[in-house]
């Protein structure tokens, strides 16, 4: 089984300048209607290297529910069945630019069903067994439930029972089960197989903790006194945001909250093994919607909006100092964006966190003090141009100039220059740039500034407009479709990408350090 990465491994990564690129795996190319953890993963693996890269950062890979969202998952410690690369795997969606998710998992069903069929335990399957008995076992009799059920929530299964007793005939349920199982096993061999390879090649491995976990899942199923349920598992109350830049009206996300009193009195005892799983796959962690461990935004079970909610307090540092007696050093970054109170802000510098700035967010206004401008950041941040939430760069600045452009002119004659008048006006000021390669101007910014890491999406590199955008946030269908072609990636491309992150100390040297900035030349 996986470990931790040792204390050593993390002292040699640590405090040092590097570059990343964004990317999910089914964004990768491939025949089989998405990318996935075969050839194409490891092949992206050397695209990293070339391009003078030392982190891969991925979004959840936990099997998708609701509106195929990585943050909608049946499960916080299996990994999605999707990206098990089938070689035998033939679907009609081919290798285009977009997933289509219907196609594509009827396609994977049938071939994990043949690999389950012809699969012989081996006494890895064995070990891996024993070391996922913490989570596995309810993991795949949820699983198989749930299909017995023909997919309905569990909910709606029988109400009022125990968990177990359900009336189904367990002939139909352990070859289910069984089969739950193996796909597991197949998608650790895979990633471990990439995680090796990533380490051979020095990158490492950035994943991506959601804060709260779907209703639907075996996590809530089999642990409902950790969660604010009714008596029939229903919702108490539900997880969103208020009004925020994403989303003028709020969002309301359906998530169950976590009874932190419960959570607690157990010694946070969930939370441990779920890092604790989660570092077994990645070198850092990127923990979603940090806020919410500060305090979080609660609204009645039964809402239809976000709107009408009311702040909550959060665990706080005990639930750090647990995970860290736990685990010892792991790296955790704090997703601090949103409205960031001064209580979030100390929490996160208090336990040594490092935060996220993201490019897009710096030019909504003329604010010199704009948390997100780069001559305000400090060295523990990892700077993005934009994230999987934000429109491509280009995609960006392509609607805010349309939208400018179809308001009436300006006709009064002032005599005086003319001020930036929008977000993408004032990045071309802020950055001294004609902005006819905006995107190069963003991925350039976040490389040469103090951030220990910078963190660029694939599409931003390519230059690619709002089809390439990766999830719309309140948008319920058509988000985490996008693919790339390898024709898109040239050799042209990662040079320019290089150069960056060489002039700027962030390419890894044979030693595994960064090299010292070099002084741009005008």
Not at 205 to 228: E, Q, T
């Amino acid at each position: 089984m996986p470990t931790i990465p040792s204390a050593q491994y993390l002292a040699g990564m640590a405090h040092r300048r590097t570059a990343g690129l964004l990317l999910h795996p089914t964004s990768l190319p491939g025949p089989h209607g998405s990318g996935d953890l075969g050839p194409d993963a490891h092949r992206f693996l050397d695209v990293l290297a070339e391009a003078g890269c030392s982190v891969w950062q991925m979004l959840p890979l936990g099997p998708t529910g609701y509106g195929d969202s990585p943050y909608q998952s049946f499960s916080s410690f299996a990994g999605n069945p999707l990206l098990i690369h089938l070689p035998g795997c033939a679907t009609a969606a081919g290798p285009a630019q977009r997933v289509d998710y219907q196609a594509t998992i009827a396609a994977r069903q049938a071939a994990l069903a043949d690999a389950v069929a012809h699969f012989v335990p081996d006494p890895d399957y064995e070990r891996f067994l024993v070391g996922s008995e913490s989570w596995l076992p309810d993991y795949a009799l949820f699983m198989a439930l749930k299909e017995l059920h023909g997919g309905s929530a569990w909910t709606t299964w029988n109400a009022g029972v125990d968990r177990r007793a359900l009336g189904i005939d367990p002939g139909a349920v352990v070859p289910l089960v069984h089969a739950r199982q193996v796909e597991q096993f197949l998608f650790d061999q895979q990633f471990r197989a990439l995680q090796a390879a990533a380490h051979d090649r020095g990158i490492q491995l950035m994943g991506d903790v959601p804060i709260y976990v779907a209703h639907d899942s075996a996590d809530c199923w089999a642990n409902r006194r950790l969660f604010r349920l009714d008596e029939r598992g229903g919702l108490k109350v539900q997880a969103g945001v208020p009004p925020d830049y994403f989303s003028p009206a709020g969002q309301l996300w359906g998530n169950p909250l976590y009874d932190w009193e419960a959570h607690r009195a157990q010694g946070y005892h969930w939370w441990i093994a779920r890092l604790r799983h989660a570092f077994t796959r990645f070198d850092i962690v990127r923990l979603d919607h940090f806020r919410g461990f500060e305090s979080y935004w609660e609204v009645a079970g039964d809402a239809s909006t976000a709107v009408d909610g009311t702040w909550q307090s959060g665990p706080g540092a005990p639930l750090f100092h647990a995970v860290r007696e736990a685990l010892g050093p792991v790296r955790i970054v704090a997703e601090d964006l949103g409205e960031i109170t001064p209580a979030v802000e100390s929490l996160r510098t208090s336990l040594q966190l490092p935060g996220m700035v993201v490019l897009q967010f710096a030019f909504g206004d003329d604010d010199a003090d704009n948390v997100h401008r780069p001559h305000n950041w400090t060295h523990d941040l990892v700077a993005y141009t934009g994230t999987h939430d934000n429109d491509t760069t280009r995609g960006w600045q392509d609607a805010i100039v349309k939208a400018d452009d179809a308001k009436p002119a300006d006709t009064a004659a002032t005599g005086a220059s003319p001020q930036p008048s929008n977000p993408v006006d004032r990045a071309c000021d802020y950055l001294d740039t004609d902005g006819s390669a905006l995107h190069w101007d963003f991925i350039r910014a976040v490389h040469g500034s103090v951030a220990e890491t910078a963190i660029v999406p694939l599409q931003d590199v390519l230059g690619l407009g709002s089809d390439a955008r990766m999830n719309f946030p309140g948008r319920t269908s058509g988000n985490w479709q996008w693919r790339f072609t390898w024709d898109q990636v040239t050799p042209a491309l990662l040079s320019r990408f290089r150069r960056l992150t060489e002039r700027y100390g962030r390419a890894p040297r044979g030693d595994g350090s960064a090299d010292p900035p070099v002084a741009e030349q005008p």
